[in-house]
Nanobody, 123 residues
Framework: QVQLVESGGGLVQAGGSLRLSCAASGRTFSTYAMGWFRQAPGKEREFVAAMVWRGYGTDYADSVKGRFTISRDNAKNTVYLQMNSLRPEDTAVYYC????????????????WGQGTQVTVSS
């Protein structure tokens, strides 16, 4: 089991920035990738960004490329999502996820999920 706890959400004006953090604990040695997803009211959960936990490889949704950056601190078992140039359409609950599957596609097949953190972008 892997436990994930997100933090860093909040209310920000359009054009502003936020940094989300996700602290992992438990059987983290089995983690291959970690990702961020989001779910806006009335919409399905969607992929935002992901990265290989020990190695190279990242992926981003087209809607956030150039604005969001995923990064990690392996020593702290923490993954971050730096969000710049935020837009009202970025408003959602953001979830951290991890997986042990070593497949090349980073957008799916996640096993563990955090409880989510709310991000609200005002216009």
């Amino acid at each position: 089991q892997v436990q994930l706890v997100e933090s860093g959400g909040g209310l920000v004006q359009a054009g502003g920035s936020l940094r989300l953090s996700c602290a992992a604990s438990g059987r983290t040695f089995s983690t291959y990738a970690m990702g961020w997803f989001r779910q806006a009211p009335g919409k399905e959960r969607e992929f935002v960004a992901a990265m290989v936990w020990r190695g190279y490889g990242t992926d981003y949704a087209d809607s956030v490329k150039g604005r969001f950056t995923i990064s990690r601190d392996n020593a702290k078992n923490t993954v971050y999502l730096q969000m710049n140039s935020l837009r009202p359409e970025d408003t959602a609950v953001y979830y951290c996820a991890s997986r042990g599957n070593r497949g090349p596609v980073l957008t799916t097949q996640y096993d563990y999920w955090g409880q989510g953190t709310q991000v609200t972008v005002s216009s």
